[in-house]
Each structure stands twice: as structure tokens, then as C-alpha cells.
């Protein structure tokens, strides 16, 4: 494959990418290996961010590498649509293990976009089947990211993603985010204050009532917007006004999910149980596009109890694609085999220390962490938000280092096989593009 510059840029419209700029200075990625990318000039650059959020186990992990190339050579594609094959079915039973046997059932999509509209449809078709057809309004939160695709930009709350797309799902209500500086700054873990914030869900129910809500969609911990850690309590409160109510909570651990907060999901993290689980990226180890919809046993049930047919009218072509499950089977494995959730928790602590140990620098308002997750937020250059991070972001990769910035914060999340050096080296670096920020 092509390692060298690409003899023309312009025809690929790169997604949520500042085309112009990217193409005048291009940033270019030609192979990985484990904590590394290496760049078109031969430059090792530090994975920071686990591609994005997405390759816990390291880049080119041996026994994932070989699971797609084999699986590739024996079963290129085959449809799950009245078909099967015997991977599909495989991982299916060790992703429920995997979860600890909380979910009965796992639907298969291509990505966290698909996995989210999934759920949404899920859960309005779960009601439905139920006879509780006037459950269709569906609440996500501000700052949310639920993804691309019309009932995930619907739910979500991030104003610059949904602004040109309207009109959005009808029938869509948002809690107001858990992010407060003035309270909360330089946490490590839950923050103290905000609980009181799941309250909100209660006036969305005097105002709409309960039976014509379906569903809560939140971000365990909100990834991309800058790594909103949900205060101590706040996911608990949720789950319990909306099993009060009759409400499905879905949790979107697209980010959270494999590992992020070494544990197997964030639910477990915060020991709160969704009735919808969404993941992709780590299922994977970004290896094959995949997602996942994990879903609560009694809902699946209630859509085998129609006459006999297709049960649920929704699927893709590549649900279950043959690569893909062989790769997630692998990630699977190789969590196991290195036991990649306790080294991620033995990890936790001096990652946090070095994290905080930024406390000071110039333009540094918070600090905050969970997790193999670091929030960094600067203080903006007056009138140009996001500027100054994004100066931070390309210091940082002529540096040697992979960070991810959105807004004016970075937000940092290593793959999980990350050792203190790693660590060393990222904080090492960032501290110099941190002091020479404009
Ligand atoms: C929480 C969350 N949900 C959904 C998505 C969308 O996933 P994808 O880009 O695979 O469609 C993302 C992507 O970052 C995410 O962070």
C-alpha cells in the first residue's frame, strides 16, 4: 500500500475535518504499531487518544491481525438476514459474557452512528409491541454526541452538529448538561456536585407525562465534548426515575465501552444497569468497523411474543459481518489472555497523578479524570473558541504525540496497553506544547 504522499488530496471530502486547512498541511499516517503511529516522514508519532477512543488493546495487535486475515480468506461476507454463520453467533455468547450475563441479547450494526438509531428504534418498537404505542418522545442531553445519523444528531446536544440539518426527529426533549467549572474543576473521578441535574428528567414528565416518554439516552461520561464526568450519584438518580416511570435508559458506551474506565463497560463502573447498551469502536479494537446494541433480556422478549415472522423490521447488510465478528472475537480474547482491564486499572493512578501534575500551566482552567480518560481544558482566546486547542493539537503532533481536541479542550484517552513510559513521554510533551501555547 501507497506509504508515501498521495499524488493529489482534493477529492476526498475528509469527514468533520477542516478540509482547507488539513490539505494546505497535511498530517499523514502511513502504518501503526502498538502505543505508535508512524507518519508519511518516517516520524514516531504517540497514540494519545487510541485513534479516536477506539484501539484499546494497541495498534497491530498479532492475534487480531491474524483473526481478520484468516477469517477474511475463508468467509469474505455472508448476510445475517435469514442466513447466519457461526462467528455471528460465537461472539454474541461471549459478548454476554463478557458483560457479566447483565444483557440477554446483542444486536450487530457498522458503527456507534447505527448502533444509537438501533437502540432509539429499539426502544420506540419495544413500547409499541407492549401497547404503549404513545411512548415516542425520546430525551438525550445537552452536549451529548450520539453520532451522525438523524435520530442520534436528534438526541444529541451539540449545537454546531445539528444547526445545518434541521428539521430533526420531532418529539425530542434534552437534560441539561453536568459540567460546572465553578463547582467542579480538577476532579478526579465523580465530581461532587450535580446530582441534583437528574432531577430534570422528573419536569420533562409532569410536562409530557410518562406515557409518552420512551427513552433516556445519555453518555455515561460525554467523550466528545471535552470529557464530562457525570457527578457522584447522577446515573444512579437517572435509573431510578426511569424505572419509576417506565422510561428504557440507554447508556451510549460507544467510547466508554472496552475498557475506558477499567472496568468492561462505564455500567459497571457506576454499577447502574442500562436497558440498552450502544458500543462500536473498541469492540473491535478499530480494527473492522463494528457495533454492538446490548439489550436487556425482557426487551428482546417482548418482540418474540408477535405472531410469527420477522420480529424486528431493522438490520444492515453488514450486521455481523464475518471480518468484523472475527476481530471483536479476537479483542475479546486478547482482553482475557493480557488481562488488559487490571492493567488498565494499575495504570489508573499514575495516569491521573500525571494529568493533574498540569495544574498551573499557562491557560490551564481544569484538569480533570476517569478512568484511562484526561479532560485539559485551556482558557479560549477571546472571540476565537477552540483556536488555541487546536494550535495545542498541531504543536503536539510535530512534537511526536496524538491528542484530540475539541472546542478548547483536549481530551486525551491512550489505548489501554499503555505502560508509564507512555505516559512520561505523552505528559513530557504536552507540558512543552502546553507552555508555548498562543
Ligand atoms: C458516544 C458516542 N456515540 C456515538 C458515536 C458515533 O460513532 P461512529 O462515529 O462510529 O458512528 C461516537 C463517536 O465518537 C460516540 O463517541
Given at each position: 500500500m501507497n506509504q508515501s504522499r498521495p499524488a493529489s488530496m482534493s477529492s476526498f471530502w475528509m469527514p468533520f475535518t477542516n478540509n482547507r486547512d488539513f490539505k494546505a498541511n497535511p498530517r499523514l499516517l502511513v502504518s501503526a504499531e502498538g502505543m505508535y503511529y508512524k507518519d508519511v516522514d518516517g516520524n514516531s508519532v504517540l497514540d494519545g487518544t487510541?485513534?479516536?477512543?477506539?484501539?484499546?488493546c494497541g495498534h497491530a495487535q498479532p492475534k487480531i491481525v491474524s483473526a481478520v486475515r484468516e477469517m477474511v480468506g475463508q468467509l469474505d461476507f455472508a448476510p445475517t438476514f435469514q442466513m447466519g454463520h457461526p462467528?455471528?453467533?460465537?461472539?454474541?455468547?461471549?459478548?454476554?459474557?463478557?458483560?457479566?450475563?447483565?444483557?440477554?441479547?446483542?444486536?450487530?450494526t457498522n458503527s456507534g452512528s447505527e448502533a444509537v438509531d438501533t437502540a432509539l428504534k429499539m426502544a420506540l418498537a419495544y413500547h409499541r409491541a407492549r401497547g404503549e404505542g404513545t411512548r415516542t418522545r425520546l430525551i438525550g442531553r445537552e452536549r451529548g454526541y450520539h453520532g451522525v445519523g438523524f435520530g442520534g444528531l436528534s438526541v444529541g446536544g451539540i449545537?454546531?452538529?445539528r444547526k445545518s440539518f434541521g428539521p430533526l426527529l420531532p418529539g425530542v426533549d434534552h437534560l441539561p448538561h453536568t459540567h460546572d467549572l465553578?463547582?467542579?474543576?480538577?476532579?478526579?473521578?465523580?465530581?461532587?456536585?450535580?446530582?441534583?441535574?437528574?432531577?430534570?428528567?422528573e419536569r420533562l414528565v409532569t410536562l409530557h407525562d410518562a406515557s409518552n416518554i420512551a427513552a433516556v439516552i445519555v453518555e455515561p461520561v460525554a467523550g466528545s465534548t471535552g470529557v464530562l464526568i457525570p457527578p457522584k450519584g447522577y446515573l444512579k438518580r437517572l435509573r431510578e426515575l426511569c424505572t419509576k416511570h417506565g422510561i428504557l435508559l440507554i447508556f451510549d458506551e460507544v467510547?466508554?465501552?472496552?475498557?475506558?474506565?477499567?472496568?468492561?463497560?462505564?455500567?459497571?463502573?457506576?454499577?447502574?444497569?442500562?436497558?440498552l447498551m450502544t458500543t462500536a469502536k473498541g469492540l473491535t479494537n478499530g480494527v473492522i468497523p463494528m457495533g454492538a446494541v446490548f439489550s436487556k433480556k425482557h426487551i428482546h422478549d417482548a418482540f418474540m411474543e408477535a405472531p410469527a415472522g420477522i420480529e424486528?423490521?431493522?438490520?444492515?447488510?453488514?450486521?455481523?459481518?464475518?471480518?468484523?465478528?472475527?476481530?471483536?472475537?479476537?479483542?475479546?480474547e486478547v482482553f482475557k489472555e493480557q488481562n488488559i482491564l487490571a492493567h488498565a486499572q494499575e495504570m489508573q493512578g499514575y495516569w491521573e497523578d500525571a494529568v493533574h501534575s498540569l495544574k498551573g500551566m499557562p491557560y490551564v482552567t481544569d484538569l480533570r479524570t476517569i478512568g484511562l480518560i484526561a479532560g485539559i481544558e485551556l482558557e479560549s482566546i477571546p472571540g476565537k473558541p477552540g483556536v488555541r486547542a487546536f494550535g495545542a493539537f498541531k504543536k503536539a503532533f510535530a512534537d511526536g504525540v496524538l491528542i484530540r481536541t475539541t472546542g478548547d479542550i483536549i481530551a486525551l484517552s491512550p489505548p489501554l496497553v499503555l505502560e508509564k513510559k507512555h505516559i512520561d513521554e505523552l505528559f513530557g510533551k504536552l507540558a512543552t506544547v502546553l507552555t508555548h501555547l498562543d
Amino acid at each position: 500500500m501507497n506509504q508515501s504522499r498521495p499524488a493529489s488530496m482534493s477529492s476526498f471530502w475528509m469527514p468533520f475535518t477542516n478540509n482547507r486547512d488539513f490539505k494546505a498541511n497535511p498530517r499523514l499516517l502511513v502504518s501503526a504499531e502498538g502505543m505508535y503511529y508512524k507518519d508519511v516522514d518516517g516520524n514516531s508519532v504517540l497514540d494519545g487518544t487510541a485513534g479516536l477512543w477506539c484501539v484499546p488493546c494497541g495498534h497491530a495487535q498479532p492475534k487480531i491481525v491474524s483473526a481478520v486475515r484468516e477469517m477474511v480468506g475463508q468467509l469474505d461476507f455472508a448476510p445475517t438476514f435469514q442466513m447466519g454463520h457461526p462467528a455471528a453467533f460465537d461472539l454474541a455468547e461471549q459478548l454476554m459474557e463478557y458483560a457479566g450475563h447483565k444483557f440477554g441479547h446483542v444486536f450487530y450494526t457498522n458503527s456507534g452512528s447505527e448502533a444509537v438509531d438501533t437502540a432509539l428504534k429499539m426502544a420506540l418498537a419495544y413500547h409499541r409491541a407492549r401497547g404503549e404505542g404513545t411512548r415516542t418522545r425520546l430525551i438525550g442531553r445537552e452536549r451529548g454526541y450520539h453520532g451522525v445519523g438523524f435520530g442520534g444528531l436528534s438526541v444529541g446536544g451539540i449545537g454546531g452538529n445539528r444547526k445545518s440539518f434541521g428539521p430533526l426527529l420531532p418529539g425530542v426533549d434534552h437534560l441539561p448538561h453536568t459540567h460546572d467549572l465553578d463547582k467542579n474543576a480538577y476532579t478526579r473521578g465523580e465530581p461532587e456536585y450535580g446530582t441534583h441535574l437528574a432531577d430534570e428528567l422528573e419536569r420533562l414528565v409532569t410536562l409530557h407525562d410518562a406515557s409518552n416518554i420512551a427513552a433516556v439516552i445519555v453518555e455515561p461520561v460525554a467523550g466528545s465534548t471535552g470529557v464530562l464526568i457525570p457527578p457522584k450519584g447522577y446515573l444512579k438518580r437517572l435509573r431510578e426515575l426511569c424505572t419509576k416511570h417506565g422510561i428504557l435508559l440507554i447508556f451510549d458506551e460507544v467510547i466508554t465501552g472496552f475498557g475506558r474506565l477499567a472496568t468492561p463497560f462505564a455500567a459497571d463502573y457506576f454499577d447502574v444497569e442500562p436497558d440498552l447498551m450502544t458500543t462500536a469502536k473498541g469492540l473491535t479494537n478499530g480494527v473492522i468497523p463494528m457495533g454492538a446494541v446490548f439489550s436487556k433480556k425482557h426487551i428482546h422478549d417482548a418482540f418474540m411474543e408477535a405472531p410469527a415472522g420477522i420480529e424486528l423490521f431493522h438490520g444492515y447488510t453488514y450486521s455481523g459481518h464475518p471480518v468484523a465478528c472475527a476481530a471483536a472475537i479476537a479483542t475479546l480474547e486478547v482482553f482475557k489472555e493480557q488481562n488488559i482491564l487490571a492493567h488498565a486499572q494499575e495504570m489508573q493512578g499514575y495516569w491521573e497523578d500525571a494529568v493533574h501534575s498540569l495544574k498551573g500551566m499557562p491557560y490551564v482552567t481544569d484538569l480533570r479524570t476517569i478512568g484511562l480518560i484526561a479532560g485539559i481544558e485551556l482558557e479560549s482566546i477571546p472571540g476565537k473558541p477552540g483556536v488555541r486547542a487546536f494550535g495545542a493539537f498541531k504543536k503536539a503532533f510535530a512534537d511526536g504525540v496524538l491528542i484530540r481536541t475539541t472546542g478548547d479542550i483536549i481530551a486525551l484517552s491512550p489505548p489501554l496497553v499503555l505502560e508509564k513510559k507512555h505516559i512520561d513521554e505523552l505528559f513530557g510533551k504536552l507540558a512543552t506544547v502546553l507552555t508555548h501555547l498562543d
